[in-house]
C-alpha cells in the first residue's frame, strides 16, 4: 500500500473517531436536559445521506461530505438553517426553551469531550508504550547550533544543564521551548568542560519562525553519508553510502554539521571520504542550485544518538498524560499567533498538512499520537468565538447570561450565515495552500 494511502486511511479513520466523539459531547447533555435531537451524522448529508437510520427521535447517518459531522438539535439556530422550525411557537422539548446554563452546558460538551480524549490518549500512550527521551547522555558530541544563536552565546557542542533554572528530562525540547514558550535564561556545558549561563532574547522565538529555523538545536553527528542521490552530483562522483567524509577542499571534517556549514564551490570540489578502512579522494561539482545530493539521516546508519526509555505505572501515566496534553494544548495556543502573521498565513494547511502529520507506515503509538493532537487542535478550534462554531455560540449565551438578554432569531440567523461563510472561505484557503505546495515546492 502506498505511503499516500496509508496517510489517507490513517487521517480519515482519526477524523472519524473524534467527530462522532464530539458530536456526542453535544448528544449527551442534550439528551440529559430532555432536548430533543433529530439528526446524528458522521460527515454532512447535503441532498443525500450514504447510510440513515431512525432509532427513537434521532436519525442516525453517514453523509458523503467528509468536512465534519454534526447533531441536529430541535430548537436550535444552527447550519440546518431551518427557519420553519423556528417560526413555530417554543416548545419544551426545544433548545430554545431551555435555561442558558443548560444551553452552555451543551453547547461545551464537544469541546470539553475533545479535550478529555486528547488527555485520555496520552495516557494510555504512556501506560502502554512508555516514552522514549534524549538526554545529555544519550548526545556525547553535543548539540549542532544555528548560527543565529551561536550569536547568543551558544557553540557546537553544547549540552542544555537547565532552562530557567529547570532541568529539562528530554533535551530535545530546547528547540520547542525557545520557540513557545519564556525562556529567558538557558545554561550550558561547552565542548571545553566550562558552564555558562546564556541569557535568550524575547523575539529569539519570533526570529525563529522568521527565518524558518525550527530546530536551531540538533543532535551532532559523525559525517557519515546515509542516502545518496544517484541522480545529483554526489552520486554521479561516486560518493556512496556509509562513506565518512573526513576532508572538503583541505578543511578537516568531523561532523556533519561542519559540512553542512560549509560554502562549497560552484566549481569543482574535492572531497576526502574513509570507505572500508582506506582513503579515497572525490571530486564534485555542485548543481545549478548548490547541491550535492547527500544526507546523514536514515535508520540503517549505526545510531549516534541514543534514547533513553522511561516506563510509567497506572497512576504515574495518568498525571504524564495529564501534563503531556496540558502542555500540548498551551504550546498550540501560543503557536497560534504566527497565524495572524503574512508569513503564517502561507502556512496553514488543510487536509493534506493534517495527513503528513500522521507516519508513512502503520504505526499505532504514531497514530494515537497523531490523533491525541488532533482532538485538542480541534477542540481549540472549536472554541473560537466565529458563530456557526461552538465558539460562537458559547459567545452568545455568555452575552446572554451577563446582560440578562437573549440576542433576537434573526441576529442570530445572520450570524449563523457569516459564520458559515467565514469557515468556507478558511477551509478553501487552507487546502487551497495545500494544493499550492503540492504543485510548486
Not at 434521532?58 to 468536512?67: A, D, E, F, R, S
Not at 459531522?69 to 422550525?85: F, H, T, W
Not at 557519515?224 to 541522480?231: E, G, N, S, Y
Not at 504505526?363 to 477542540?379: G, V, Y
Request: glycine share 8%; hydrophobic share 45%; charged share 20%.
Amino acid at each position: 500500500m502506498s505511503p499516500f494511502a496509508v496517510k489517507a486511511i490513517q487521517l480519515l479513520l482519526s477524523l472519524s473517531l473524534l467527530i462522532v466523539l464530539h458530536e456526542l459531547g453535544h448528544f449527551i447533555p442534550a439528551k440529559l436536559f430532555k432536548t430533543r435531537v433529530e439528526k446524528f451524522y458522521l460527515f454532512f448529508d447535503v441532498k443525500f445521506s450514504l447510510f440513515k437510520k431512525k432509532i427513537g427521535e434521532t436519525v442516525y447517518g453517514i453523509g458523503w461530505l467528509p468536512l465534519g459531522g454534526y447533531v441536529k438539535i430541535s430548537g436550535m439556530i444552527d447550519e440546518s438553517m431551518d427557519k420553519e422550525q423556528m417560526a413555530q411557537p417554543p416548545q419544551p422539548w426545544e433548545f430554545r426553551s431551555k435555561p442558558a446554563w443548560q444551553r452552555l452546558i451543551i453547547m461545551l460538551g464537544g469541546v470539553t469531550v475533545n479535550i478529555i480524549v486528547g488527555f485520555v490518549i496520552y495516557m494510555g500512550i504512556l501506560y502502554f508504550y512508555g516514552r522514549n527521551i534524549t538526554t545529555n547522555e544519550d548526545i556525547p558530541q553535543g548539540f549542532a547550533v544555528t548560527e543565529q544563536f551561536k550569536e547568543y552565546g551558544f557553540r557546537d557542542g553544547d549540552h542544555i544543564l537547565n532552562v530557567n533554572g529547570e532541568p529539562l528530562q528530554d533535551v530535545m525540547d530546547i528547540n520547542r521551548y525557545i520557540f513557545l514558550r519564556d525562556v529567558s535564561k538557558v545554561e550550558v556545558k561547552h565542548n571545553d568542560g566550562t558552564v555558562e549561563t546564556i541569557s535568550v532574547p524575547e523575539d529569539a522565538g519570533t526570529k525563529m519562525f522568521q527565518n524558518d529555523t525550527h530546530f536551531p538545536f540538533t543532535p551532532r553527528r559523525l559525517a557519515i553519508i546515509d542516502t545518496v542521490l544517484a541522480d545529483h552530483p554526489a552520486g554521479k562522483a561516486g560518493l556512496l553510502k556509509n562513506d565518512k567524509i573526513i576532508a572538503v577542499n583541505g578543511t578537516p571534517i568531523q561532523f556533519y554539521d561542519e559540512f553542512q556549514n560549509l560554502t562549497l564551490k560552484d566549481k569543482e570540489n574535492t572531497i576526502v571520504v574513509s570507505r572500508e578502512n582506506q582513503v579515497d579522494t572525490l571530486r564534485i561539482t555542485p548543481n545549478e542550485k548548490g547541491i550535492v545530493g547527500v544526507n546523514s539521516f536514515g535508520k540503517d546508519i549505526v545510531p549516534q544518538i541514543g534514547k533513553t526509555e522511561i516506563k510509567y505505572t497506572f497512576g504515574e501515566s495518568i498525571v504524564g498524560g495529564f501534563s503531556f496534553g496540558y502542555n500540548t494544548l498551551k504550546d498550540y495556543v501560543k503557536q497560534f499567533k504566527y497565524v495572524f502573521t503574512s508569513k503564517g498565513a502561507t502556512q496553514v494547511g488543510g487536509f493534506g498538512a493534517i495527513g503528513n502529520l500522521f507516519p508513512d507506515a502503520w504505526d499505532w503509538q504514531s497514530f494515537w499520537a497523531t490523533t491525541a493532537l488532533i482532538s485538542i487542535i480541534l477542540a481549540f478550534m472549536n472554541i473560537l468565538p466565529i458563530p456557526a462554531l461552538d465558539g460562537g455560540h458559547v459567545m452568545f449565551l455568555l452575552y446572554e447570561i451577563v446582560t440578562g438578554r437573549k440576542p433576537n432569531d434573526k441576529f442570530m440567523e445572520y450570524a449563523q450565515m457569516v459564520g458559515f461563510f467565514i469557515l468556507i472561505a478558511l477551509v478553501l484557503f487552507a487546502n487551497g495552500n495545500d494544493i499550492y505546495r503540492w504543485l510548486f515546492e
